[in-house]
């Protein structure tokens, strides 16, 4: 009888410990860097706190999918992860995250900037689009946020968003959501199907100066988490967070 209570009182602490092992194993911890690559000689804060700057909502460009692209339907998730619906392409899910992100990281870059240079005289990018639509550029700038990672920004596009935002500097910024998975499967206590997975959120930004048509200043920064076993993705805005803030500590020290 004693043996037996003593094994249902180890039996009954591993449980305990496993459960525990399960909860604290679901903290993550965001990481990040970020990276200066060029800076004009002309490059002045004060110059920017004087004339202002404009801050283009974010560029979301695409990233590598996890899948093949071209498979749609039920994919097998663990604990923690979210689920594929079934019939929903792979590209349209990718579209629904990239908005999100879009809107969360060109709130997140205007809150920053605020707080980082409360003086500064800043567009925001919702402010951006209204007065861009007002002067009738919305086309072109459509146009523009389409193809900026392939052919720039054009000198009459900076003259007619100066005019339109009245402010002498424009910040252009974009930005992509990556997933990498590795092949190796983990097995704790019971096969668990899911395979580890770094995901990464890269905001990359440029300022241009609209009177010289010339680009002042470009950087980067980067917010990264690897998720094992039992982790749960980082919130959205948490990576945003230290994506953003890594770009501008580049800039606003």
Not at 30 to 53: H, M, N, T
Not at 66 to 83: D, M
Not at 101 to 128: N, Q, W
Not at 208 to 231: F, H, K, M, P
Request: proline share 5%; with cysteine; net charge positive.
């Amino acid at each position: 009888m004693k043996f037996d209570f003593w094994t249902r009182r180890l039996c009954v602490f591993l449980f305990l410990l496993i459960a525990s092992f399960l909860l604290t194993g679901c903290a993550y911890k965001i990481k990040g860097w970020s990276q200066e690559a060029y800076r004009s000689p002309d490059f002045d804060l004060s110059l920017l706190k004087e004339k202002g700057i404009a801050l283009l909502p974010v560029i979301m460009t695409a990233a590598e999918p996890l899948e093949n692209p071209s498979r749609t339907g039920q994919s097998p998730s663990a604990p923690y992860t979210p689920e594929t619906q079934a019939g929903q392409p792979i590209e349209d899910k990718h579209r629904a995250i990239n908005n999100a992100y879009r809107i969360r990281l060109s709130e997140t870059l205007l809150s920053k900037v605020k707080s980082l240079r409360p003086g500064l005289r800043v567009v925001s990018p919702g402010d951006c689009l209204k007065l861009i639509n007002d002067a009738g550029l919305t086309a072109r700038y459509l146009k523009f946020d389409r193809e900026f990672t392939k052919v720039g920004v054009d000198s009459m596009l900076l003259d007619g968003l100066a005019q339109a935002l009245d402010c002498r500097y424009i910040f252009i910024s974009q930005a992509v959501v990556g997933d990498t998975t590795s092949e190796a499967s983990i097995t704790i206590v019971w096969k668990f199907g899911r395979r580890s997975v770094l995901q990464t959120l890269k905001i990359s930004g440029q300022i241009w100066d609209t009177v010289s048509s010339r680009q002042i200043w470009e950087g980067s920064g980067v917010g990264y988490n690897r998720l094992s076993a039992y982790e749960r993705a980082p919130l959205p805005e948490d990576v945003v967070e230290e994506a953003v803030t890594r770009l501008l500590e580049t800039i606003m020290p």
